[in-house]
Each structure stands twice: as C-alpha cells, then as structure tokens.
C-alpha cells in the first residue's frame, strides 16, 4: 500500500508512552464481553476485527463516538491498522485527483478490559451532487462555483477532503476542566485532500495525506505538534474565514474549501474554480482557494488549489504511509488471546 515511512510522532510517544515501556496506566472500562462482535474472527488464539464501516457506533453519555471494542482479559497489547479516505476529484469539466490518505499503524500496550472505539473514514466525495454531504470521519468539504455568475466558462467544483480513521481509549476519567470522558488516540490515520481545477484545463490535484494541496493556492498542513493548516488562499483574500480564501483545518477536521458564489462578487479569468477541501486527520489540512480574479482580488489566470492532506498519529515504534489510489478506508485491529 504505496511507499511506507517509519515516521514517528513524538507527541503521541510522549502522551502513550511511560516508565512501563509504553503501557497505558489508565484503568478499564469494566469487565471483558463474553463474546467477541461480529466484525472479529478468531483462529486459535489469534483474533482479527476488521471494520470497514461504522455499524454498530454509539454515542455513550461520555461523548465518544464510535464502535466500541472491549478488549479480553489477558489481552495487554494490541495491533492497529487504519487507512484514512482519500480525497475527492474536481467535477464537472476537467478532472483534478484527490490526495492519497494514509495507512497508519503499530502496537498499543492497554490494560485488559480496556474499552476501545473504532472509528472508519470515508472516501472524499467528488466535486457533483454529493459534494455538499458530509463526509465521515470530518473531511472539509470541497468549494463550489455558482453558474448564475460563472456560466462561461462553466461550474468546476472541488472534492471533498478524505475523512480519518481512528482507534481510540476511553480512559474512563473525566476532570474538572473536562467534564465528559476523556479519549486517548491511540492510531490516527489521516485522509487525502480534495482535487480542485479549471473549464480551461488547469490541473491543482489534492495533497497526500501529509502533504500540501496543489497550485499556488493549495491548503496547507500543519507545519508541527499544535499548529493549524492554513487555508490556501489566506495570502490572497485574507484570513477572516471570506469564502473564496478556504478555511484552516484544525484537530480532528480538514477546513472547507474556498467557493466563488452568487453572494460574492463574480469570478473572472481563466482560472475560474473552486477548491479543493482538507483532509481530516491528528490536525486537518487546509482547504484550497478559489481561483480567478473575485471581486478585483487575486490573480484571474490564478487556477484554484487542492486541499491539504491530513497528519496522521502513532505509537512509538509505529508507522505511516500512504494508501493505493483505489484504497478503501479501514481499520484492522488484532490481539493474541492468553
């Protein structure tokens, strides 16, 4: 599943890791099930949940959302592997590809009864019909033209960013400054962002997970632990969330895409196109700009950009790639019974 890069994720070293040799020290979520859910198979003593959807999540009083796996006692470490949705294409004239998402991976250490929430991105969705919907597991939505002011040269839209995938701990803690439960992440892997482009050919293609979007205009990704992804256009049409610049990703969320609408002023040049939105991921990439001219600001030869690829998380020890074009977002994970 593309080329494999052994990077590694120091906050996530440092908020999993301990004296223990990476054991996590919060205590579990009661005892464990007395049957294993249908997503697992078991051979001898080896156990396989493969999730390839979000059937069976639920929304506890805690606020973590997803579906639950308790871990057998006995069982002190798991394996996880998670591939993060790509991005979406452009739609309708010329066809920029979305950004690849990421496949994630390595071992947590957990107390046994240790509750679990799975959590499986979803593809971006390209830039036609289902480019408003929401995407699954927080992609930024892709951009839209409008064609009562861009009817020549006609409507490019951008698609979606690639939503994430996740396994999480329920630590069973919650705090004052808290107050629901609290949810350690365990893997993160990241999606793809969406591709943006022109009627006139122009081509801006969505970031890889962890990469930049395409074109001057592209989404950006977070440059380390804590930072936010820009949207593509914040140098250009400013940074106060106006439509056509794209909005920053954030924790958990790729930022929409930058739009040239019938409540702006019309789109001119060549370059006429919406952006691309970020993939969701640990911190989200930014969505594209729109491109062309709006309103006497920015350049009108000046395509649209892709959105920015998400970051993904690890254990220590873990590793982070990038999926096949045709990949299908996925979460495997697998323990060893005593």
């Known amino acids: 599943m593309g080329s494999v890069s052994k990077l590694r994720r120091l906050g996530m070293a440092a908020a999993v890791g301990s004296a223990a040799g990476g054991l996590v020290v919060f205590p579990g979520s009661g005892p464990a099930a007395a049957e294993l859910p249908s997503q697992c198979v078991q051979s001898q003593k080896t156990v396989t949940c493969t999730y390839t959807d979000n059937t069976g999540e639920v929304s506890p009083a805690g606020g973590i959302h997803g579906v639950p796996l308790r871990v057998p006692d006995g069982v002190w470490k798991v394996h996880i592997e998670a591939v993060g ?12 590809p979305g950004g690849r998402g990421a496949v994630a991976g390595g071992d947590a250490w957990l107390v046994p009864g240790s509750t679990v929430y799975v959590r499986v991105g979803e593809n971006g969705h390209g830039g036609g019909s289902d480019a408003l919907t929401q995407v699954e597991g ?16 006609p409507n490019v839209n951008g698609g979606d960013g690639g939503g994430l995938s996740a396994v999480v701990l329920d630590t069973g803690r919650s705090s004052m400054l808290v107050p629901h439960r609290i949810e350690l992440p365990l893997v993160i ?51 106060d ?11 958990g969320y790729g930022g929409s895409a930058g739009s040239s609408g019938a409540t702006l002023p019309a789109a001119v040049g060549d370059g006429i196109g919406a952006g691309g939105g970020g993939g969701a991921g640990w911190y989200g990439g930014g969505g594209g700009a729109a491109g062309g001219r709006i309103g006497g600001t920015g350049e009108a030869d000046e395509p649209p950009g892709g959105g920015g690829g998400g970051l993904s998380l690890v254990p220590s020890g873990g590793t982070i790639g990038l999926s096949s074009p045709d990949s299908v977002p996925t979460v495997v994970v697998t323990f060893e019974l005593p």
Not at 85 to 96: F, K, L, P, Q
């Open 138 to 153: 927080g992609g930024g939505s892709g951009g839209t033209t409008d064609w009562r002011r861009n009817t020549t040269p």
């Open 85 to 96: 949705g790509r991005g979406g294409e452009s739609c309708c004239s010329t066809v920029a």
């Open 189 to 239: 892997a990241a999606g793809g962002g969406g591709g943006a482009s022109t009627a006139s050919g122009m081509v801006s293609p969505g970031g890889d997970a962890g990469a930049p979007g395409g074109g001057a205009r592209g989404g950006a990704t977070p440059s380390g632990f804590g930072s936010f992804a820009e949207g593509g256009g914040q140098g250009v049409f400013g940074s």
């Open 241 to 251: 969330g106006s439509s056509p610049a794209g909005l920053a990703g954030g924790p």
